[in-house]
């Protein structure tokens, strides 16, 4: 195995793109976040914010007719698209041009929501981020892990990431059967944890930032808005998954001494994204 490569400020420095003065919110690019069930729409209302407030111009939540009104209330600049079914989604079809797409948050896992994302992934070709829920269905449907376009970013927790690649029974048994599903499947995987682990085929990354008070509900959901904001704004996929980790751990550290472990919540990462960009200019 590769020894990891630190993401650190330095690796940062290296992809990170500061906005240009004249760019227009059409240029900052329009990213798709698709999930959400009833009971679980909060999930879509985090990670659509967390994508407006990572830098793209426009953000699209797609989301079942029970989520229309919460997200258009909890955050009026996100617009919404709704499926036909009221509590999940049946169908993903939308009339707007994407630069990035998220799938998963939320979205639960019924017969008519797996058909769904099948017939959503053997039609998009677009820069793509698979969390949560979509990867619990992947894992379900092994076969349909061929419908993927190279390049998508995988956003397991240890638990989606098992379901998905088997037991290891090791840490290098974990590392070596990731790295052969990247390999194979040509898939960057944002390994969650602590610390996070970014694999690009047979490179293997490791995050530097980040403590114990991101172990809260939703900090995930907030992760998988970044990263498709990221490509939303043009960045590689691979460059994306790591400035997000980056930027997401360090809100934490940021907000540590305010708000201690305890009462940090997913909404803290949201409210200290832009210090943690600020602090990329200094
Ligand atoms: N407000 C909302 O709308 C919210 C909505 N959400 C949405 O809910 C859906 C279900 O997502 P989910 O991740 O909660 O469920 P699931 O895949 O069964 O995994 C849970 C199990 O995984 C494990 N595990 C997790 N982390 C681990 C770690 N670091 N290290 C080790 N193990 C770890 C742990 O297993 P255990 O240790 O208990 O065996 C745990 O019990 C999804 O769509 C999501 O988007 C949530 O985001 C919350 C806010
Ligand atoms: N102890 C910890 N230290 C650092 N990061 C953590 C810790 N616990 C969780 N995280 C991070 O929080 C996020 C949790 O994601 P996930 O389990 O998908 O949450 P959710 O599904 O509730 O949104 C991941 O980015 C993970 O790396
Ligand atoms: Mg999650």
Same mark, same amino acid.
């Given at each position: 195995?590769?020894?990891?490569?630190?993401?650190?400020?330095? !690796?940062?420095? /290296?992809?990170?793109?500061?906005?240009?003065?004249?760019?227009? /919110?059409?240029? &900052?690019?329009?990213? +798709?976040?698709?999930?959400?069930?009833?009971?679980?729409?909060?999930?879509? $209302?985090?990670? %659509?914010?967390?994508?407006?407030?990572?830098?793209?111009?426009? *953000?699209?939540?797609?989301?079942?007719? $029970?989520?229309?009104?919460?997200? &258009?209330?909890?955050?009026? !600049?996100?617009?919404?698209?709704?499926? #036909?079914?009221?509590?999940?989604?049946? !169908?993903?079809?939308?009339h +707007?041009?994407?630069?990035?797409?998220?799938?998963?948050?939320?979205?639960?896992?019924?017969?008519?929501?797996? /058909?769904?994302?099948?017939?959503?992934?053997?039609?998009?070709?677009?820069?793509? @981020?698979? #969390?949560?829920?979509? =990867?619990?269905?992947?894992?379900?449907?092994?076969?349909?892990?061929? =419908?993927?376009?190279?390049?998508?970013?995988?956003?397991?927790?240890?638990?989606?990431? !098992?379901?998905?690649?088997?037991?290891?029974?090791?840490?290098?048994?974990?590392? %070596?059967?990731? *790295?052969?599903?990247?390999? @194979?499947n040509?898939? @960057?995987i *944002?390994?969650?944890?602590a610390?996070?682990y970014?694999?690009?085929?047979?490179?293997?990354?490791?995050?530097?930032?980040?403590?114990?008070?991101?172990?809260?509900?939703?900090?995930?959901d907030?992760?998988?808005?970044?990263?498709? %904001?990221? =490509?939303?704004?043009?960045?590689?996929?691979? #460059?994306?998954?790591?400035?997000? @980790?980056?930027?997401?751990? =360090?809100?934490?550290?940021?907000? +540590?001494?305010?708000?201690?472990?305890?009462?940090?919540?997913?909404?803290?990462?949201?409210?200290?994204?832009? /210090?943690?960009?600020? %602090?990329?200019?200094?």
């Amino acid at each position: 195995m590769n020894s990891p490569i630190a993401i650190d400020r330095n !690796e940062i420095l /290296k992809r990170y793109k500061p906005i240009v003065q004249h760019t227009h /919110k059409g240029m &900052q690019g329009h990213a +798709l976040i698709i999930g959400g069930s009833y009971g679980k729409i909060g999930a879509m $209302c985090l990670a %659509s914010k967390a994508a407006l407030k990572t830098g793209c111009g426009l *953000v699209t939540a797609f989301v079942p007719q $029970c989520g229309y009104d919460i997200v &258009q209330i909890a955050i009026p !600049e996100v617009m919404v698209v709704t499926d #036909d079914h009221d509590k999940y989604l049946s !169908e993903i079809t939308f009339h +707007l041009e994407p630069n990035a797409i998220g799938i998963g948050p939320g979205m639960g896992q019924k017969m008519a929501t797996q /058909k769904a994302l099948h017939d959503f992934l053997s039609n998009t070709s677009l820069p793509l @981020v698979i #969390d949560a829920d979509a =990867l619990n269905i992947l894992a379900h449907n092994s076969s349909w892990v061929a =419908l993927i376009s190279p390049r998508t970013v995988l956003t397991p927790h240890p638990k989606e990431l !098992e379901r998905l690649i088997g037991k290891w029974y090791s840490e290098e048994e974990m590392f %070596s059967k990731a *790295v052969i599903f990247s390999l @194979v499947n040509q898939v @960057v995987i *944002v390994m969650k944890g602590a610390p996070t682990y970014i694999i690009d085929g047979d490179a293997i990354y490791v995050n530097t930032t980040g403590n114990a008070a991101l172990a809260t509900a939703g900090s995930g959901d907030v992760l998988t808005g970044m990263i498709t %904001s990221l =490509l939303a704004q043009s960045y590689k996929p691979i #460059d994306a998954a790591i400035l997000g @980790v980056y930027l997401h751990g =360090l809100t934490a550290d940021i907000a +540590l001494p305010e708000t201690g472990h305890q009462s940090f919540i997913a909404s803290s990462i949201i409210e200290n994204i832009g /210090k943690a960009y600020l %602090s990329l200019e200094g």
